[in-house]
């Protein structure tokens, strides 16, 4: 019998924002806790994330956004996975998010919402909840 295939991660930088430190360090962090973790690089455009997640059949799209653009651009996200007919891959976003936005980003479509300074190991947590899966 084999073992189950890792749920697979989509970590994506949306957008003009060209810091990625964090969206590198959250892709790491999932990687070791066991999942397959894709990472876009910088300055994607929201056509080539769903490309992208669609091509690689992720269970999840992490977007990253310090830009301020977060809930513009996980709207379109959102709604451009569903035109593609992939409105069961879970989008989170995460990054400068001030606690007022994550309602809209909630009523947006996001399945979870990660502002700076959310502890890796709840990140890990709520991203295996969403993939129904466990630790590595």
Aim: glycine share 10%; aromatic share 2%; charged share 20%.
């Amino acid at each position: 019998m084999t073992a189950p295939s890792p749920a697979r991660v989509l970590v994506a930088k949306p957008g003009l924002d060209g810091h990625d430190r964090g969206a590198k360090i959250v892709a790491r962090t999932l990687r070791d806790a066991g999942f397959e973790v894709v990472y876009t690089g910088i300055r994607q455009r929201v056509e080539d994330i769903v490309s992208i997640a669609l091509q690689e059949d992720v269970a999840v799209v992490g977007l990253s956004i310090l830009s301020g653009a977060h809930v513009a651009l996980t709207t379109r996200v959102v709604d451009a996975l569903r035109a593609a007919g992939a409105g069961d891959i879970a989008v989170v976003v995460g990054g400068t998010i001030p606690q007022a936005d994550v309602p809209r980003l909630t009523e947006a479509g996001a399945a979870a919402v990660f502002p700076t300074s959310t502890p890796l190991d709840t990140l890990v947590t709520e991203i295996r909840k969403l993939t129904g899966t466990t630790g590595a």
